[in-house]
Each structure stands twice: as C-alpha cells, then as structure tokens.
C-alpha cells in the first residue's frame, strides 16, 4: 500500500461439497484460500475519470480509462471486460448512490494471484473488494450481479474453513478446522475448463432431480467430513457425495469421465466438468505428477498449499 491511498484484500474460494444443492439449504463446506484480489485506490490529478489497471498473476490483465461519474468507457484494451465491470461498478451505484459521485480523479490498481480462468474467485474477491470501498454489504452486491449463493463472498470475508448454509434467504456461516493428517495426501487439480457459474445454476435449475433427502444427504457428509480420522473415512465420503450429485444431475461423475484409471478418489469442485478437482493421491508423488502430466495436467496443489495459515 502505498501513502495516500485505501487498500484491500479479500480471498478465494474452493467449494469442497454441497455444490449446487447449496442454493436449495444444503450446509456447504468451503475453504478460503490463501490467494486473493487485491484492491488499491488512489486520487489522481486528471479530473472526471477513472482509470482502472488490472494485473493477474502473470502480468498485466485490462485497462480501462471511465468517465465520473457516468462510467463510460473512454479508453480500454478489452471491451467485454470493461462492460463487465461497469456493471458491476452500476449495481454498487445502485445500492449506494453516492458512491462515485462526488470523486474526482482516481486510479485503481487491482492484482489477482492467480489466473481468472482458474475458477478461484475473480469474481467474488473482486465484489468483496468493492463493497468495502463503497461501504455496502457484499452479499446484497453478489446477489444484484450474480445468482450464486454467495458462499464464494463468505470465503473472500473469512481465513478459516467454514460451513455455510441458506435458509429462507438467512444466511449462515460457521468457520471450523480442517487440518487432518492426511492433509499433504489432498491435491487440487485444475482440468483447464473454466466454469461459467451462471449457466451451471441455470442447468441446474431446469435439469436437475432431488429431494430433501439429497439436500440431507449432502448437509450430513458436509458435516462428517471435517471429523475424519484417516484418508479411507474421507475418500468414502467424497465418493457418496459424487454419486449422489451425479443422479441429481443426471451427469456421470468426473472420475468415470476423465480418471477412471485413478486409484483414488477424485470430487468435482464447483460447477461439475471444469475448474478444479479435489483427488486424494495414494501414489509417490513423482508417479502422481507423471500420471497428471500424461492427463495433460500441470496446475495442481495441495491442501496445505492453499490453506491460510
């Protein structure tokens, strides 16, 4: 952070059960990892604009120059990124109307830690990031832009693993630990097929089959997963959760599509078919990265990596 300007920081996401069926009260189990999206705002001598840089963590991401307090475009190096965040620059508007209005002229620097198309919560950590600039609730900013459930927002606000769950449109959310011995053995594994989240919830929405049973189902192994005493206990639980989200979803799981010569268990993150996979590896790890790099799979870490310490 440099002298005369405001900071902040907010964390990604790893959804490790209770996808989808999280939207309809099923408690979901999250970690928030430690790589995030920062956010630094400065005044600057150039009136009525904004000049928005965005860097990931391998360079530069987009530029945008706006207007104030209207957002209009004046100058940018990818347009569909630059609607994207006028959006959501409006819909904070929206909630808080004096937000902008009385700026000047300001830069923003954003630097995401990883790379957008991992999945990791971009889009959340950025949301958080501005709700606590323009001091409005992230939730109720998540809810006007995205249809989510808003547990990626619960992560970005917590450093801890946490239960989070939605009921009559209450939310809650209880961090935990998750710190088990067989921690170094739990690998995520990012398949090189990002997600859309909103058309995931949509398929959803019109596909999908389930009772309160499944969102039983699902809120129970949640729960049990945290107290598992060996690697056995945990890989039994990732299995049923995958065999009970593949009926709700009519949709094979991604071990039989992609890891059906895998020996140990592989869990769908998120939306199912791209992103991460959470897979428990049994192998010497040299067997395990040769296996993953012959699947054409050179992004991955292990729980410990991820973990906030």
């Known amino acids: 952070m440099k002298n005369n300007s405001k900071y902040w920081h907010s964390n990604g996401k790893l959804l490790i059960t209770g996808e989808y069926l999280v939207l309809e009260g099923a408690t979901a189990f999250a970690i928030p990892i430690n790589k995030g999206q920062s956010l630094e705002v400065f005044k600057t001598e150039e009136k009525a604009s904004l000049l928005w840089t965005a860097e990931h963590e391998n360079g530069n991401w987009f530029y945008a120059k706006l207007s104030l307090p209207n957002l209009e475009i004046l100058e940018t190096d990818n347009e569909e990124i630059s609607k994207y965040l006028v959006r959501i620059l409006n819909k904070t508007k929206d909630i808080n109307p004096n937000f902008l209005v009385k700026a000047d002229g300001l830069k923003v620097e954003t630097k995401l830690e990883f790379l957008p198309k991992h999945g990791l919560g971009s889009s959340s950590t950025l949301i958080n990031n501005l709700a606590m600039w323009a001091e409005v609730d992230a939730f109720d900013l998540q809810k006007a832009t995205f249809k989510g459930s808003g547990y990626d927002i619960a992560c970005a606000k917590h450093s801890k693993p946490l239960f989070f769950k939605i009921n009559d449109n209450e939310i809650f959310i209880k961090e935990t630990i998750f710190n088990p011995d067989f ?41 049990a997963l945290i107290n598992c005493q060996n690697l056995d206990e945990f890989e039994r639980l990732i299995e049923t959760h995958e065999e009970i989200m593949s009926k709700v979803l009519g949709r094979p799981t991604i071990k039989q599509l992609m890891f059906s010569d895998f020996e140990g268990s592989v869990k769908s993150l998120g939306g199912w078919g791209g992103d991460f996979v959470m897979m428990t590896n049994r192998l010497d790890k040299i067997d395990f990265y040769d296996y993953l790099a012959k699947k054409g799979l050179d992004t991955f870490y292990t729980y410990n990596e991820l973990l906030i310490k």
Not at 183 to 207: A, H, M, P, W
Not at 208 to 213: I, P, V, W
């Open 183 to 223: 921690s170094d053995q739990v690998y995520f594994v990012y398949l090189g097929k990002k997600q859309k989240s909103l058309e995931s919830i949509k398929d959803f929405r019109q596909n999908a089959n389930y009772t309160n049973l499944e969102i039983e189902e699902i809120s129970e192994i949640s729960k």
